[in-house]
């Protein structure tokens, strides 16, 4: 048996207990092909409008860590989505007054770091207010405004930085027992004015209303789905706007008898009024996680029976529509703090996007950009570890994904490793960076032991492959606040510049001679190799 596998691209990892684990790579067909925009990220209205971060969007520090991911989708949303309304300004002269205030955006001024400040700590004393005052959270929460001002800094800003904005409208506006979409007409109104270009949602998590207090309202499957082609009625009126994307219905609790109702007959109600069906997926809950929970195989693999289940009603209903993950991270709730701001959290965040990568998830989209504690980057616009695991990412890792399967063998007997504490995931390399036929393997380690990879192919390759290897600042640390590539600290430079991003460059000789893989570790292998799929 084992000689068979030398036939074709084989790895062999050893561990300190001297078994194996063989990876292949079937290198003659794709498994499945991802959006290009994937992952994307998430900016809650209630950061923008209500704590007000839509006036220090423009910050040079932030403008250079979003131009550095790439181009994406920025989903604009979340919780208090539907509390939010659109107030047109009243400002006769607004035009004159948006042109003074879109200019910065693009060539954004240096920051006022005592006005930076003083707008942190106010944010921090409203969050707390509506923590310990029930009213007043709810005074604050069910009083959310933006202005047309707010709204062509946003969508000017997505330009400038590569964004596709998609928006979610405020379905809890009723009229009558149905969606009243009068504000929602002023806004799309004012977008086709502009000539903006945006993608739509509608409601957030509106198969949960009925359990949230914020909500304490309860809207038939029916109902939402009646709003839905409304939406697309009113899109399809304007010649603009017709072509905007309508997603939805974003819903949470995947895999339950009450989820499986919701979109069974949502989804007959709306057909194929839906551009893009969207669910939010997190593997635990904030405020009782540990350490191990992130480390759990078993946590990682709970998304694959719940994108599983959706795909039986997408097939069944809208065949062929693309799924997006459209609100994601390790933990509900805003995350935990000093573990989903650290380097522990991309453990679960480069598993999830391999796992879904090979279930045909079209699109990933990270909950949240930044200020929460799962975010990419901090309330001082410091990028976290997980943003620049996303980078190296959005970097290297093409769309295109390949099937890999595992074996661990020992001296005696051999086993099939599936979604276990070795975990590895293949694409096609990013042609924008390597040549046709290149693969990237990225890897989690989540054993506390090294393994050693060392790769036995008759691809044999003059060119050097590339390792990218993730550990924690602080050794035995993985709730370090910053990350190490290839040894070196990963941290903006004085001046605001990325640092170089370079991985230690291997000969086809080493990786046949073995490669040691830190416990607790995760990261990228380039193979230089002329893979059919990948060409």
């Not at 932030?62 to 009243?90: C, H, N, S």
């Not at 405020?170 to 009558?176: G, I, P, T, W």
């Not at 805003?334 to 480069?350: A, Q």
Request: proline share 5%.
């Amino acid at each position: 048996m084992l000689a068979h596998l030398f036939v074709k691209c084989w790895m062999i990892v050893s561990t300190l207990a001297c078994s194996k684990i063989y990876f292949r790579i079937d290198e003659h067909f794709t498994l499945a092909t991802i959006n290009p925009l994937s992952p994307s990220v998430t900016v809650p209205s209630a950061i923008l409008f209500r704590q007000r971060w839509i006036d220090y969007i423009n910050d040079p520090k932030l403008v250079t860590l979003i131009k550095a991911l790439g181009p994406m989708y920025a989903r604009v949303g979340g919780i208090q989505a539907d509390f939010v309304r659109y107030v047109p300004d009243q400002n006769t002269n607004i035009e004159e007054k948006l042109k003074s205030t879109i200019a910065p955006t693009c060539n954004p001024p240096p920051r006022d770091q005592r006005r930076f400040d003083a707008h942190g700590k106010w944010v921090e004393r409203e969050m707390t207010a509506g923590q310990t005052l029930n009213q007043d959270k709810e005074r604050i929460v069910r009083n959310i405004t933006f202005s047309s001002t707010d709204w062509v800094n946003l969508n000017e800003f997505c330009k400038c930085v590569g964004w596709k904005l998609i928006f979610a409208l405020n379905l809890l506006q009723r009229k009558c027992l149905a969606w009243d979409p009068s504000n929602a007409e002023k806004l799309l109104k004012y977008t086709e004015k502009r000539r903006y270009k945006v993608d739509w949602e509608l409601g957030n998590e509106s198969n949960y209303y009925n359990a949230h207090p914020l909500w304490g309202i309860t809207l038939t499957p029916e109902e939402v789905g009646s709003a839905f082609l409304r939406l697309r009625e009113l899109l399809e009126e304007s010649k603009w706007l017709k072509s905007s994307l309508v997603v939805g219905p974003d819903m949470n609790q995947l895999g339950n008898d009450v989820s499986a109702r919701f979109l069974n007959r949502f989804l007959q109600t709306t057909g194929g009024a839906i551009d893009r069906i969207t669910v939010h997926q997190y593997d635990f809950g904030a405020p009782n996680a540990t350490l191990y929970d992130f480390l759990s195989p078993r946590n990682m693999n709970k998304i694959i029976a719940q994108i599983t289940w959706v795909k039986r009603f997408v097939n069944r209903y809208v065949p062929n529509t693309p799924i997006w993950l459209g609100e994601t991270s390790s933990a509900f709730g805003g995350g935990v703090k000093g573990f989903s701001d650290s380097f522990l959290d991309g453990f679960t965040w480069i598993d999830k996007l391999g796992t879904t990568a090979r279930l045909g998830v079209d699109l990933v989209i990270r909950q949240s950009l930044f200020a929460e504690r799962y975010s990419l980057i901090d309330k001082n616009f410091d990028p976290l570890p997980d943003f620049w695991l996303t980078l190296l990412y959005r970097r290297i890792v093409g769309h295109q994904v390949l099937n890999l399967h595992l074996q661990e063998c020992n001296f005696t007997h051999c086993r099939i490793l599936k979604n276990e504490d070795v975990r590895m995931y293949a694409h096609c390399a990013k042609r924008s960076l390597y040549m046709q036929g290149n693969v990237v393997v990225y890897f989690v380690n989540v054993r506390p032991n090294p393994v050693r990879i060392a790769i036995v192919s008759h691809h044999k390759t003059k060119h050097r492959n590339e390792l990218y290897l993730f550990q924690p600042s602080i050794p035995g640390n993985l709730t370090s606040k910053e990350v190490l590539l290839n040894g070196k600290v990963l941290r903006l430079s004085s001046t605001l510049s990325i640092p170089p991003l370079l991985p230690i460059r291997l000969s086809h000789g080493a990786l046949v001679d073995g490669l040691n893989i830190p416990g607790y570790s995760y990261g990228f292998l380039v193979l230089k190799t002329r893979f059919t799929a990948c060409l």
